[in-house]
Nanobody, 119 residues
């Protein structure tokens, strides 16, 4: 799967941003897709995921209630809506896809998009 992320940029505390991820390639029906982020001097972490076929979502506690992941199956697009942002959300955000039920083994990655939240 080829993935292309976009939508990052600067935002103020409390603001909102929407990230997009365009997907192309083979069938997505058996995939889970998600958003990871990597803050400075921290490891990359999974923050939200969605199964492509059923649309089942999962969120990390750090973003639950503030971020929303959703997809448009017809357009082969995945999105992450970021609301009520804080400086702790500053990171490079990556979209990814992996075989469902395989614990994110060998994912395909999009390029990162930088999100910077100022106080």
């Amino acid at each position: 799967v080829q993935l292309q992320a976009s939508g990052g940029g600067p935002v103020q505390t409390g603001g909102s941003l929407r990230l997009s991820c365009a997907a192309s390639g083979r069938s997505f029906s058996n995939l889970v897709m998600g958003w990871f982020r990597q803050a400075p001097r921290k490891e990359r972490e999974l923050i939200a995921s969605i199964t492509w076929s059923a649309g089942t979502t999962w969120y990390a506690d750090s973003v639950k209630g503030r971020f929303t992941i959703f997809r448009d199956n017809r357009a082969n697009m995945m999105y992450l809506q970021l609301n009520r942002m804080t400086p702790e959300d500053t990171a490079v955000y990556y979209c990814a896809a992996a075989r469902r039920g395989n614990n994110w083994k060998d994912p395909d990655w999009g390029q990162g998009t930088l999100v910077t939240v100022s106080s």
